[in-house]
T-cell receptor
Framework: KAGVTQTPRYLIKTRGQQVTLSCSPI?????VSWYQQTPGQGLQFLFE???????NKGNFPGRFSGRQFSNSRSEMNVSTLELGDSALYLC???????????FGQGTRLTVV | DQQVKQNSPSLSVQEGRISILNCDYT??????FLWYKKYPAEGPTFLIS?????DKNEDGRFTVFLNKSAKHLSLHIVPSQPGDSAVYFC???????????????FGKGTKLTVNP
C-alpha cells in the first residue's frame, strides 16, 4: 500500500512569490492535514480537509490556504512568501476522525 | 502559549538501557495522546498512542504512561537500541468536535541518542 506522497520534495522560492505544494494521501484516506515544521516552533497545525471541506484551521495568516479534490488529493498554497515561511511542510492522511495520522516525507521550502 | 511541552531537547542513553521521554500538557480538552518518531529528511512515523481513559499502553518495547492529574505522559523504550536514535514528538488531540475533525498539537521534540 503506497504511503502519503508529497511533491515536490525540495523547493526554493524568492520573497514575494507564491508556491503550491501537493499531497496524495493513502488510498482510502479522506482526511488530509497540513503541518509546518520549523526549528523554533516545532510542528504546527495549518489546516485539515475532509471530503473537500476544510474542517479545522490553525493560527496562520490568510496567505496560507489549501484545498482538497474529489480524489482526496490536497494542495496548499502560500502567497506573498516571506523569509519566515522557510520550513518543512508535512502532509498527513487518516481515515478521518480519531486515530493515528500517517505523514508524508514533507516538502522542504526555502525562501530567499 | 505552548500547550504540549517536551522540556528535554535531547537525551542520551546506552544500548540496552531504558529510555524515558517526558511530555507535559496544559489543555484539559486533550483526550488522546500520541508519540511519533522522526528521522532526518523523513516525515514523523506513528509509534504508539493512548486514550485518556487509560493510564498505560504497551506495544513491544514501547510503553506510554499517562498521568491525567499531573497532565503528564511518558514514553518508555526498553531495551533501547541504536536504531531508536531519532527525534521523538509527543502529540495531543482535543476532544473531537462536531464533524469529526482531528487536530494534533505537537511538542517540540526530544532528540534521543542511543549509544552502542
Amino acid at each position: 500500500k503506497a504511503g502519503v506522497t508529497q511533491t515536490p520534495r525540495y523547493l526554493i522560492k524568492t520573497r514575494g512569490q507564491q508556491v503550491t505544494l501537493s499531497c496524495s494521501p493513502i488510498s482510502g484516506h479522506r482526511s488530509v492535514s497540513w503541518y509546518q515544521q520549523t526549528p523554533g516552533q516545532g510542528l504546527q497545525f495549518l489546516f485539515e480537509y475532509f471530503s473537500e471541506t476544510q474542517r479545522n484551521k490553525g493560527n496562520f495568516p490568510g496567505r496560507f490556504s489549501g484545498r482538497q479534490f474529489s480524489n482526496s488529493r490536497s494542495e496548499m498554497n502560500v502567497s506573498t512568501l516571506e523569509l519566515g515561511d522557510s520550513a518543512l511542510y508535512l502532509c498527513a492522511s487518516s481515515l478521518g476522525g480519531r486515530g493515528s495520522a500517517f505523514f508524508g516525507q514533507g516538502t522542504r521550502l526555502t525562501v530567499v | 502559549d505552548q500547550q504540549v511541552k517536551q522540556n528535554s531537547p535531547s537525551l542520551s542513553v546506552q544500548e540496552g538501557r531504558i529510555s524515558i521521554l517526558n511530555c507535559d500538557y496544559t489543555n484539559s480538552m486533550f483526550d488522546y495522546f500520541l508519540w511519533y518518531k522522526k528521522y532526518p529528511a523523513e516525515g514523523p512515523t506513528f509509534l504508539i498512542s493512548i486514550s485518556s481513559i487509560k493510564d498505560k499502553n504497551e506495544d513491544g518495547r514501547f510503553t506510554v504512561f499517562l498521568n491525567k492529574s499531573a497532565k503528564h505522559l511518558s514514553l518508555h523504550i526498553v531495551p533501547s537500541q541504536p536504531g531508536d536514535s531519532a527525534v521523538y514528538f509527543c502529540a495531543a488531540s482535543p476532544k473531537i468536535t462536531q464533524g469529526g475533525s482531528e487536530k494534533l498539537v505537537f511538542g517540540k521534540g526530544t532528540k534521543l541518542t542511543v549509544n552502542p
